[in-house]
């Protein structure tokens, strides 16, 4: 797909890997919507907005966890930027860790409804309109955890697992449609995510991964690009970890 002038949402764009998917799709000369739960922009969004230049960016605020808002934020995003949405970024995500014996229903259910039920809600939502112009690229950010799982992450592993699973079925069911749906399962990335691990654990993490450090939200956002551009992939999940789960 030629990314220029295309319409992409990228949910939870306000900062990591998010931002850095949205600043890429905005270098490609596409047309980019920023979201996060808050009703404002970030104060980022203005620098965006002058690197945009021929292009448009816009902000919807809401939360993917809702179905209400998730129609609701697409159908503002296709009035603001005048067309429907072409790419969708599903990459809003928490994390609530905890190790299952003492994790709260509140802390498995939340993380469920964000991750999973999120992606789902905001897929519902741009379906028909792809469906009609018979072209359309969904990407999901799921993760390393829901292909190897990872201690203390039972409720986060089983949310991007079944992201990974949702991915496969909605490729299999609009494959017809020329709607590809891929997903991307990043490792360890900078962000605020990960920024409150202990110098200790960060050390033990760079010693599993094969290319020694953690990664950068641009060298995610790389890949969501890509996965947007290719026209003869569906499916299929793309691991960028530097090299944690080859094995
Ligand atoms: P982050 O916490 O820095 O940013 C998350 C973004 O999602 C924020 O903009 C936040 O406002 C938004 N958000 C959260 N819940 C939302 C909701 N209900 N509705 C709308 N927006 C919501 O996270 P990050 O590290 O940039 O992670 C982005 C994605 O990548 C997540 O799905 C995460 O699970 C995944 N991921 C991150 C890492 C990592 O190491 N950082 C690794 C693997 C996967």
Do not use: C, W
Not at 94 to 119: C, E, H, K, P, W
Not at 169 to 195: K, Q
């Amino acid at each position: 797909m030629e990314i220029q002038n295309k319409n992409v949402f990228v949910t939870g764009s306000t900062r990591g890997i998010g931002a850095a998917i949205a600043l890429a799709f905005v270098k490609a000369g596409a047309n980019v919507v920023i979201n996060g739960r808050s009703a404002e922009a970030p104060a980022s969004f203005s620098a965006l907005q002058v690197i945009a230049r021929k292009s448009k960016v816009a902000y919807v605020g809401g939360d993917i966890s809702s179905n209400a808002d998730a129609k609701r934020m697409v159908a503002d995003a296709t009035e603001v930027l005048g067309a429907p949405i072409d790419v969708l970024v599903n990459n809003a995500g928490i994390t609530r860790d905890g190790m299952a014996l003492r994790m709260s229903d509140d802390d498995f259910n939340a993380v469920l409804q964000t991750n999973l039920t999120g992606a789902f809600n905001m897929i519902q939502s741009v379906l028909k309109p792809m469906t009609k112009a018979r072209e359309g690229a969904i990407i999901n950010i799921a993760s390393v955890s829901g292909l190897i799982g990872n201690p203390g992450q039972a409720n986060y592993s089983a949310a991007k697992a079944g992201l990974i699973g949702l991915t496969k079925s909605i490729a299999h069911e609009y494959a017809s449609r020329n709607i590809r749906v891929n997903a991307v399962a990043p490792g360890f990335i900078e962000t605020d995510m990960t920024a409150d691990l202990s110098e200790k654990i960060k050390e033990t993490v760079n010693g599993q991964i094969p290319l020694g450090r953690f990664g950068k939200p641009d060298e995610v956002a790389s890949v969501v690009l890509f996965l947007a551009q290719q026209e003869y992939l569906t499916g299929q999940t793309i691991a960028i970890d530097g090299g944690l789960t080859m094995y």
